[in-house]
Nanobody, 115 residues
Framework: QVQLVESGGGLVQPGGSLRLSCAASGSIFKGNVMGWYRQAPGKQRELVATRTSGGSTNYADSVKGRFTISRDNAKNTVALQMNSLKPEDTAVYFC?????????WGKGTLVTVSS
């Protein structure tokens, strides 16, 4: 079993920045993928960014050039630096770890972009 705990959400003005962090604990295997997904009110959960333990990244088109995902394999942490935030980035952001065909999820952290 894997536990994921997110932190760093909050209220920010359009154009501002936030950094989300996630710490994983439990039975973590090598070769996993860690990432961030988000779910806005009334919408389905969508991929934001992922990063493999080898360093390969994948970003949603809507966040390319604004968000950066990073991870520390030794500490089993993943972070999401979000710059130039827009109101449409408002959502609950979920940390994800995938390994051996199983997805683990954090409880989510709310990001609100509003003036």
């Amino acid at each position: 079993q894997v536990q994921l705990v997110e932190s760093g959400g909050g209220l920010v003005q359009p154009g501002g920045s936030l950094r989300l962090s996630c710490a994983a604990s439990g039975s973590i295997f090598k070769g996993n993928v860690m990432g961030w997904y988000r779910q806005a009110p009334g919408k389905q959960r969508e991929l934001v960014a992922t990063r493999t333990s080898g360093g390969s990244t994948n970003y949603a088109d809507s966040v390319k050039g604004r968000f950066t995902i990073s991870r520390d394999n030794a500490k089993n942490t993943v972070a999401l630096q979000m710059n130039s935030l827009k109101p449409e980035d408002t959502a609950v952001y979920f940390c994800n770890l995938g390994q051996s065909g199983i997805d683990f999820w954090g409880k989510g952290t709310l990001v609100t972009v509003s003036s």
